[in-house]
């Protein structure tokens, strides 16, 4: 699942991965409460790579509305920034798993995925 | 109050001087002729004693009688008390003897001095220059007996009473002089002190007060002088001052404002497109990878590089406006330069292998840096991949060395590229700056450099090039504080 407020970036993330990786399906959602609406009603998505910078919900109250809820508290989050400063970062990587810089090259969004996705995995069967 | 010495020494000596030189001059031309004047007069007495003595000797028979000569010589010496010695001298077989005299001892032994005096020469008179008897007149005349020439008189007179009076006269003089001369000294200093060095220290003063930066400060000197105009003067100037800082205090606050505005914008700006951006660094290598057509996929080629260095020039842009701002904040630590150097030069490996050039990392193992980690590694990065852009790829060689000076290290990064002109040094580390205008733009964003020079000043450091000029290679440098290990 894909959250940004710029149908731009969603479309640029499913076309990338969804052609990068035939495997993938990604959602596309264009705010935090429409995120919270999809994901009350329909299956819970492996990841969610989420924009910090969005208008009424940003993405730091959205992750902690998240990790409220024990069912989607397990759910990965990779972090969209704009931002180039150390603090966000640092905290992207705490209460998300990872984060990436806008602009970036789709095959390095593909890479954290498949790394995040791999720990899920690694940390399941613990 | 402190007087300003240097000024009035320098007057006053130059002042007695020239007065000691003068009053001393004219005090001793005046001796001068006060002695000469009473030499003569005593030289007057002596003729005139001895006149007076052959007048009263004029009986040759007289000096048959020796006692009676000698009772005559000691009598006429008592009524004149400045004759010392007083001698008559008789010539026998051609030797003069002393014949009578004051100086009772040496009667009838030869007169010794003056003894080839002529007779037709008449009287003379001898005064020594100096030594003990400086102040005595000898006077030698003829024994001139009825015209008959006989023999000699010898008399010593005494000047000590006129050279005497000539000493406390002279000793009055000095005393007055040197009264007169202090009295100068001190009323040209009491003179130079109201009118030229109390303004000067008024002068001083205020310049000081204005150069702490009060520039409110008045002189207050009224004389209507060379001075008083200087004060006018020098009131008009600082009243000018005072408008002009305060003009310039007021473009400073709205440039300064303007700037961080500027920042703002550029803040905003580079985030701003870094959404639009995302789809194109994003799709654009997919798109082109997958595209079959030669020729299309060639201009998506194009495309893509723009895009990678449109992202280049946000992201570096970014930086440097936010190491521009004064809130930026380091990490300082103690690094060891050589493997900061090491870490650097691995990660530019592919760049190096692709140009064929070779680099040498000279620095000592023991040399320890304090910097931000991330800076110093972006610093490096700059500097050298700057030092590879502009070196060709034959026998290309970059050597990286330091040097440790006391509490600073300085880097250098020197390659054998292309070199630089005096214009090209200057105009280096300014924003946008290509030395080669012939380099596409894609090549370098022309703020490497700037983003070099401020992470090193905001280390403390600074940051600086020389070349020997075109073709002859380019050497940066850049110094750092040393940290301070071990062996340090």
Known sequence: MIVDDLPEITYTVKYGLEKLNPDYEVTRVESGKKCLEILNDSPIPDLIILDIMMPEMNGWELAKTLKKKIEWRKIPIIFLTATEDETSKITGRIIGEDFIEKPFEITDLKNKIEKVLAQKIQENKN | ?488
């Open chain 2, 1 to 488: 109050m402190h007087i300003n010495f240097s000024i009035s020494l320098k007057l006053t000596l130059l002042v007695v001087t020239i007065s000691a030189i003068v009053i001393f001059s004219l005090t001793y031309v005046n001796i001068q002729q006060q002695s000469e004047f009473f030499e003569d007069a005593y030289y007057e007495k002596a003729f005139s004693l001895t006149k007076a003595l052959d007048a009263s000797i004029q009986n040759p028979d007289y000096l048959n009688d020796k006692q009676n000569v000698q009772n005559y010589i000691e009598n006429f010496t008592s009524l004149n008390p400045d004759i010392l010695k007083l001698s008559v001298n008789i010539p026998k077989e051609n030797i003069l003897y002393i014949f009578a005299s004051t100086d009772v001892d040496s009667i009838d032994k030869p007169s010794g001095a003056y003894n080839d005096l002529s007779y037709e020469e008449g009287a003379v008179i001898y005064i020594p220059d100096h030594g003990e008897n400086a102040h005595r007149l000898t006077m030698l005349a003829p024994m001139n007996l009825s015209g008959n020439i006989f023999g000699t008189y010898e008399m010593i007179l005494s000047m000590d009473a006129a050279y005497n009076a000539l000493d406390t006269q002279m000793r009055n003089l000095i005393l007055i002089s040197a009264i007169s001369l202090f009295a100068m000294i001190f009323s040209f200093l009491y003179v130079l002190r109201r009118a030229i060095v109390k303004p000067i220290i008024i002068f001083r003063d205020a310049t000081k007060v204005i150069g702490e930066g009060n520039l409110n400060k008045k002189i207050d000197i009224k004389s209507h002088d060379e001075l008083g105009d200087l004060a006018n003067a020098f009131n008009n100037m600082t009243t000018d001052l005072k408008n002009s800082r305060t003009k310039i205090e007021k473009y400073n606050k709205t440039l300064e404002k303007l700037l961080s505005q500027k920042d703002e914008f550029i803040g905003q700006l580079g985030h701003d497109l870094k959404n639009p951006l995302t789809p194109l660094i994003g799709l654009l290598p997919i798109i082109t990878e997958q595209e079959k057509d030669p020729k299309l996929k060639e201009h998506l080629q194009l495309l893509t590089s723009n895009a990678e260095y449109m992202k280049e020039l946000i992201f570096k842009t970014l930086q440097l406006a936010k190491l521009r701002s004064s809130n930026i904040q380091f990490d300082i630590q103690q690094l060891n330069l050589k493997n900061e150097i090491d870490v650097v030069l691995n990660r530019q490996q592919p760049l190096l292998k692709e140009n064929m050039i070779h680099v040498e990392n000279m620095v000592n193992e023991e040399i320890l840096v304090q910097a931000d980690k991330l800076r110093l590694e972006e610093l490096l990065n700059n500097l050298v991949s700057n030092a590879v852009k502009y070196t060709p790829n034959e026998n290309g060689t970059i050597i990286i060395d330091a040097v440790k000076d006391k509490h600073l290290i300085t880097v250098s990064v020197k390659d054998n590229g292309i070199g630089m002109t005096k214009e090209q040094i200057n105009r280096v580390f300014d924003e946008f700056y290509r030395a080669d205008k012939s380099m596409h733009e894609r090549d370098s964003t022309g703020l490497g450099l700037s983003i070099a020079k401020r992470i090193v000043e905001k280390h403390g450091g600074k940051i600086w090039v020389d070349s020997t000029g075109k073709g002859k290679g380019t050497t940066f440098y850049f110094s750092l504080k040393s940290g301070y290990g071990k062996n340090n």
